[in-house]
């Protein structure tokens, strides 16, 4: 701890340390201007006394509202101490560049890297110096409408991505007035609640836990995130935010997490509906024993006021250690030299600046789309073909998704006016809203299909069907999309179908409705721009799918790392003798798309995948030569994916687990040669004692440009020195 803080701790009292620990949103200073996420148990009235011991600030961004905010406050604090604004900059502030899912999309690390970045600097002028991202829990279950905030079903795409994001929003530290701390959230498991119900319970082993969850969390932490945010759920039958042995024993001790821990909305108070705790005193405490330093928008820590003078030393001891480090944190963000850092009402809204973050955007998004089916190759389509187009996501600005912030769906361009503008002829109709089917005038649309040379129909959800408290029980389109599809595809001319949407969707009628279908998640600000040079061959699809989407929701939850079963189902449907096996009967086990999958617009292949050598010790790396060929007269670009599996371990293993992977560009009618590898030090698993280790042992090494179309070679690991005892 420096000195500075050391003397700041030593003269405040009590009250003054309790109040670093709460937080509160902008209302409690400035009413009805900042974003509300979720109850508010308490009418927004705060004694001054309080008031202005109160340590950070939640939902309140802009130049102005934060300078204001923080002046009137250090008016009036005894210690002038600042306080410290946070926010939920999850996918832009200004600039809304892709859902976190569509991020993912892109499998490209750098995209995340830069438009974590880019947030950063548009919300740090906004007066924002922390931001609640990224989440990294890993999601299984699209009926879980916080999908589109996680990177997916992979637990090293998500642990690639969650340190890309930390490292956009830090930038290199220590933190500079043009980046803003990250909160690695939610820990843990958040991303696993029972049915895909929003805060339903989390029941995960902890050796599933250790073995599939933990990696990205740990990820983050490693990319030194200063703050970590608790989960809303139980864990191991103890909800996270008064879980001592998760927060002490894993994330204090074992990851080395010395930062900030905040809790999620009102979660410390929630220990009381959980039933671990008595009343709002103990949630405080337990919370507190559990090494939570911050009470978001509970008042349990506030309670506490009421009591100081009993309070045990240990529990004064606890909260001493809170106060440290959240003065650590305001001290390295440079908050006591200068309590402004960074805002700029200039920088908030320059115009050459919102153009190159534009633009950064407009590559994110255009990245983020996966095309999945392209028959005939319907798509491109060329901007001298006629085209019809319809549907509730055709004429719309609410491409931005959830989290959105400053993002202005009003403002924001539409599929049907950029398209309006690149091809020869464009007509237009609605046809069906998100819900409801307003063709009325049937005629009409039939003679806008019939002057069509294609058709595009674009489908999906609002935003406000993705993000927190949005659970669907069938994460499908719903029924009015799918028959109005159905009536257009009956006119016989070439459907291409777009669906925006903030989750993995059930799909199936509509991909066999289809020509060609385009998935994208959420695109942002310049979705539309991205969706027209995508439809129109500017430029490829390159998105890939970061979660398997199934064929109907009873599959769910469905992914492509499962673990081995004894009775592993090899028939392709759910009919066959072969009925004594793990599978259903009324479908099979494979999903509509699977995980990684994504086609282009040229055609690369892998010719030949080999190993360099076949037998590996623990210090080397696995070599895997590839040769990409493109029989296509287009350069394209691909993703080249590359799996593991270890064939005997002490617990059963994933039957494949994404171990490396890398967007690469092949020229059109050319070959390229790359060289894959995988660290053997990352071929680690966990044992039934919760240790983790590489074993020694015969391993698949799987090549591929999606999770199911494999080249599968085999190779040895020798025993490491930690083994050889072990194991005689
Ligand atoms: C969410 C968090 C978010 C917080 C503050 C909660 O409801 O679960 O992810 O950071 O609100 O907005």
Redesign the pocket.
């Known amino acids: 701890m420096n000195e500075k803080i050391v003397n700041l701790l030593a003269q405040m009292t009590i009250e003054e340390k309790i109040g670093q620990l709460i937080q509160v949103t902008g209302d409690f200073f400035q009413d009805g201007r900042s ?4 109850p508010l148990g308490q009418n927004n009235q705060l004694s001054d006394e309080l008031k202005y011991t109160i340590g950070s600030v ?2 309140t961004s802009g130049a102005d509202d934060v300078s204001e905010i923080q002046k009137n406050y250090l008016a009036r604090s005894r210690l002038k101490i600042p306080l410290l604004f ?3 900059i999850i996918h832009g502030y200004k600039t809304i560049f892709p859902i976190p899912l569509g991020l993912a999309a892109t499998f490209d690390p750098e995209m995340m890297r830069t438009a974590a970045q880019v947030s950063a600097a548009e919300a740090a002028a906004g007066g924002v110096k922390v931001t ?2 990224p ?1 990294t829990d890993l999601v299984r279950d699209p009926r879980w409408g ?1 999908v589109m ?1 996680s990177t997916g079903e992979d637990p090293h795409l998500n642990a690639v991505m969650a340190a890309a994001a930390v490292k956009g929003f830090q930038g290199e530290l220590p933190i500079d007035a043009t980046h803003i701390a990250a ?1 690695v ?2 820990f843990a498991g ?1 991303g696993a609640p029972e049915g895909g119900r929003e805060y339903n319970t989390v029941d995960i082993s902890e050796w599933r836990f250790r073995d599939q969850y933990l990696g990205a969390y740990q990820a983050a932490i490693a990319a030194q995130a200063k703050l970590v ?1 608790t ?2 759920n139980t864990l191991f039958g103890v909800p996270a935010t008064g879980n001592h042995y998760l927060m002490q024993t894993i994330l204090r001790g074992e990851l080395k997490f010395n930062g900030v821990l905040i809790s ?4 410390i108070a929630e220990l009381l509906a959980h039933g671990t705790a008595q009343d709002i005193e103990s949630a405080a405490k337990k919370a507190l024993a559990a090494g939570v330093d911050i009470d ?2 509970a008042f349990a820590y506030a309670g506490l006021l009421a009591k100081v003078d009993q309070l045990s030393d240990d529990i004064l001891a606890l909260i001493d250690l809170a106060v440290q480090r959240v003065l650590n944190l305001k001290d390295e963000l440079g908050l006591f030299d200068d309590p402004y850092i960074g805002i700029s009402k200039e920088k908030e809204g320059e115009p050459s600046i919102t153009f190159a973050h534009e633009q950064q955007a407009l590559k994110a998004a255009e990245a983020s789309v996966v095309l999945v089916k392209n028959a005939k190759r319907t798509l491109p389509i060329q901007a001298t073909q006629r085209v019809f187009l319809t549907g509730p996501t055709a004429n719309t600005g609410d491409l931005l998704g959830s989290w959105s912030w400053q993002g202005d769906v009003s403002q924001t361009e539409t599929l049907c006016h950029q398209l309006n503008r690149h091809v020869d002829y464009l007509s237009y109709l609605p046809g069906v809203a998100y819900h409801e089917d307003i063709s009325t005038d049937w005629a009409a649309i039939k003679q806008h299909v019939a002057s069509a040379d294609v058709v595009v129909v674009a489908l999906g959800l609002p935003s406000s069907e993705s993000g ?2 949005t659970s669907l029980s069938n994460p499908a389109l719903p029924s009015q999309q799918v028959a109005f599809l159905k009536k257009i595809q009956a006119l016989g001319k070439p459907i291409v179908t777009v669906v925006v949407t903030g989750r993995p969707l059930i799909l199936s009628t509509v991909a066999q409705l289809s020509d060609a279908l385009l998935i994208s998640f959420f695109p942002g600000t310049k979705g539309a721009e991205a969706l027209t040079n995508i439809l129109l061959g500017k430029t490829e699809p390159t998105g890939r799918l970061p979660m398997t989407c199934p064929q109907n929701v009873g599959q769910i939850p469905l992914y492509y790392n499962d673990y081995n079963t004894g009775r592993p189902n090899q028939t392709t449907d759910g009919s066959g003798e072969n009925r004594y096996m793990s599978k259903y009967l009324d479908v099979s086990n494979a999903p509509l798309f699977p995980f990684g999958f994504g086609l282009g617009y040229a055609d690369i292949a892998i010719k030949q995948a080999k190993l360099v050598q076949t037998t590996f010790s623990v210090d080397d790396d696995i070599a895997v030569e590839v040769t990409l060929s493109n029989d296509a007269e287009i350069a394209g670009t691909t993703v080249l994916q590359c799996y593991t599996h270890q064939q005997v371990g002490e617990t059963v293993r994933p039957r494949k687990e994404l171990k490396w992977f890398k967007r690469l560009e092949v020229d059109a009618k050319q070959q390229r040669q790359v060289t894959i590898c995988v660290p053997v030090n990352t071929l680690t698993n966990v044992h039934s004692d919760l240790t983790t280790h590489v074993d020694p042992g015969t391993y698949d090494i799987m090549v591929g440009l999606d999770s199911e179309h494999l080249h599968r070679l085999t190779c040895e690991i020798q025993p490491g020195k930690e083994h050889s005892d072990a194991d005689n």
């Open positions: 974003e509300i996420t979720g939640l939902g946070m926010a939920d609640f991202a989440m916080r905030e909160t959230k939610h958040y945010m989960s809303f999620d909305w009102n979660a978001m928008m927190e408290a």
